[in-house]
């Protein structure tokens, strides 16, 4: 029986404990509202430039897939069968030869070589995996990351 207080005693003080501890719901990772709300994020808009105007977006380092700097929005999703993409920046024979308000060649590693012949990766089709569209928005949790 005194074992048995003795556990119950315990047990209760390290359940207050536990709860003078606990985190208030504003506390709980970076968000600054309460696990409980759900706050509706401000709105943005993606670049409505077209291409020959966009110009492009910085890098922010050597190998970084390049953003899109105009706008996709005729252009997405790509499908197995449509890629309007490829409209533009499949032109292999001028790979490395960059024309400010000319669509950016794909680069090499986006192609195959067979013979003579460029065919492109498979592994590339679905551009938006890798290449996404910018919009400005204030950033929600601040960063100090900075490219090469
Ligand atoms: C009508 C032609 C056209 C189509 C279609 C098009 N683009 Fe572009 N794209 C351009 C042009 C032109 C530029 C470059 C603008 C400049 O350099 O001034 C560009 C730039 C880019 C860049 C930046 C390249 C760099 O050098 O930084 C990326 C990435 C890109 N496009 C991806 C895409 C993707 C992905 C799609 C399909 C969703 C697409 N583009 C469809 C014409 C096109
Ligand atoms: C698996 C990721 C991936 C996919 C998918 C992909 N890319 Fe890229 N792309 C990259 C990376 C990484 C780079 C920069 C490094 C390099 O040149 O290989 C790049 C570079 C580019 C460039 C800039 C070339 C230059 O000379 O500066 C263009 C334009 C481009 N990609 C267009 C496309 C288009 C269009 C598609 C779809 C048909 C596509 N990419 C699919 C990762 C990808």
């Known amino acids: 029986m005194k074992i048995k207080i003795a556990l119950i005693a315990v047990l209760a003080l390290a359940a207050g404990w536990l709860q003078a501890d606990s985190l208030p719901d504003e506390s709980l990772g970076?968000?600054?509202?309460?696990?409980?709300?759900?706050?509706?994020?401000?709105?943005?808009?993606y670049s409505?430039?077209?291409p020959k105007k966009s110009g492009v977006l910085p890098r922010f380092w050597?190998?970084?897939p390049p953003q899109i700097p105009h706008k996709v929005d005729k252009l997405i999703p790509i499908?197995?069968?449509?890629?309007?993409?490829?409209?533009?920046?499949?032109?292999?024979?001028?790979?490395?030869d960059k024309v400010k308000g000319e669509?950016?060649?794909?680069?090499?590693?986006?192609y195959v070589k067979e013979?003579?012949?460029?065919?492109?990766?498979?592994r590339r089709h679905f551009c938006t995996l890798c290449h996404v569209p910018q919009a400005g928005v204030t950033n929600l949790v601040?960063?100090?990351?900075k490219g090469d």
């Open 30 to 45: 970076l968000s600054k509202t309460s696990v409980y709300e759900d706050p509706v994020p401000p709105e943005f808009a």
């Open 48 to 50: 409505d430039l077209p």
């Open 62 to 64: 050597e190998e970084a």
């Open 79 to 96: 499908t197995v069968k449509l890629n309007k993409c490829l409209e533009c920046h499949d032109t292999p024979d001028d790979i490395g």
């Open 103 to 110: 669509p950016t060649p794909m680069p090499e590693s986006h």
């Open 115 to 122: 013979g003579k012949d460029m065919t492109m990766s498979s």
């Open 142 to 145: 601040g960063n100090t990351f």
